[in-house]
């Protein structure tokens, strides 16, 4: 589990309770104003929040080659954190969806 990052969403009480599965979007940006590997996510149709710099060199160039998006699970936040975190996969098991060459 990762906590995003530059996110201004906070999670409420409403949705600490609930506890829901979540889905979250990983998709790239190539916004170079934030460096040159983001990852943003979205959630409901907006977005939520980044992943840190260091997943997102790991995933920028993965993602790029199925598409530059891909659903992930959201594991929501942790308990007493106002904070999103997702589950992202591993690099290995994005690999297994590239074609081979």
Do not use: C
């Amino acid at each position: 589990m990762i906590a995003l990052e530059r996110t201004h969403y906070l999670v409420d009480d409403r949705e600490r309770r609930t506890r829901r599965p979540r889905a979250y979007i990983l998709r790239t940006e190539t916004d170079a104003s934030r460096g040159p590997h983001n990852v943003a996510v979205f959630s409901n149709g907006r977005g939520v929040g980044y992943l840190p710099v260091p997943a997102a060199q790991e995933m920028q160039p993965l993602l790029d080659r199925i598409g530059g998006s891909a659903i992930v699970n959201g594991a929501g936040m942790k308990t007493g954190s106002i904070r999103l975190w997702v589950d992202l996969p591993t690099p290995r098991s994005i690999r297994a969806f590239l074609p081979t060459r």
